[in-house]
T-cell receptor, first 114, second 114 residues
Framework: GAGVSQSPSNKVTEKGKDVELRCDPISGHTALYWYRQSLGQGLEFLIYFQGNSAPDKSGLPSDRFSAERTGGSVSTLTIQRTQQEDSAVYLC????????????FGQGTRLTVV | DQQVKQNSPSLSVQEGRISILNCDYTNSMFDYFLWYKKYPAEGPTFLISISSIKDKNEDGRFTVFLNKSAKHLSLHIVPSQPGDSAVYFCAARAGGTSYGKLTFGQGTILTVHP
């Protein structure tokens, strides 16, 4: 596609349920990133993929968070046993080259845990 | 610890005048700096970047200045237009094993009045 596509755009889930967020990067982009933005905060790094491997997953806040990327393309961020503090906008970005220089962001998934 | 800080939560400017957005950082390992613009319900859009080996980069109405000794960068928009009204984030990247990670400031809301 022309840009980074994320689905769903909005997700409301009950506390304790698992959720999966999907990211389709720009075709040909080898690097993919997940960030989240909580209310009133800046963007917080979660994880970075180069191809299918994740050289840096230092931003994942707990072991309830995991992410994978398959075929060097689509990525899924999974949050298990969601908590209310997980409520945020989850943003995915991709870039052509190694590293986030001139990364292009998707529109985000707004996750609300009730 | 807030390694990238945007101390002005908001800025209001008259159309046609200069907008100056400021950003301070603490990590001397940062080697690349970027500015993003974000409209509501959209992902951030890359604006302009600068390498730590430069002190100025210009692209049309946008100029970024970097003062390494002061650990300070600024984005100048001249002339400002109402369509520039958005949230502006500065971001920084460290080299080495953290090259895939951007650290963002909290953002500055710019309002350009006609």
């Amino acid at each position: 596609g022309a840009g980074v596509s994320q689905s769903p755009s909005n997700k409301v889930t009950e506390k304790g349920k698992d959720v999966e967020l999907r990211c389709d990067p720009i075709s040909g982009h080898t690097a993919l990133y997940w960030y989240r933005q909580s209310l009133g905060q800046g963007l917080e790094f979660l994880i970075y993929f180069q191809g299918n491997s994740a050289p840096d997953k230092s931003g994942l806040p707990s072991d309830r968070f995991s992410a994978e990327r398959t075929g060097g393309s689509v990525s899924t961020l999974t949050i298990q046993r969601t908590q209310q503090e997980d409520s945020a906008v989850y943003l995915c970005a991709s870039s052509l080259y190694r590293g986030p220089i001139e990364a292009f962001f998707g529109q985000g998934t707004r996750l609300t845990v009730v | 610890d807030q390694q990238v800080k945007q101390n002005s939560p908001s800025l209001s400017v008259q159309e046609g005048r200069i907008s100056i957005l400021n950003c301070d950082y603490t990590n001397s390992m940062f080697d690349y700096f970027l500015w993003y613009k974000k409209y509501p319900a959209e992902g951030p859009t890359f604006l302009i970047s600068i390498s730590s080996i430069k002190d100025k980069n210009e692209d049309g109405r946008f100029t970024v200045f970097l003062n390494k000794s002061a650990k300070h960068l600024s984005l100048h928009i001249v002339p400002s237009q109402p369509g520039d009204s958005a949230v502006y984030f500065c971001a920084a990247r460290a080299g080495g094993t953290s090259y895939g990670k951007l650290t963002f400031g909290q953002g500055t809301i710019l309002t350009v009045h006609p």
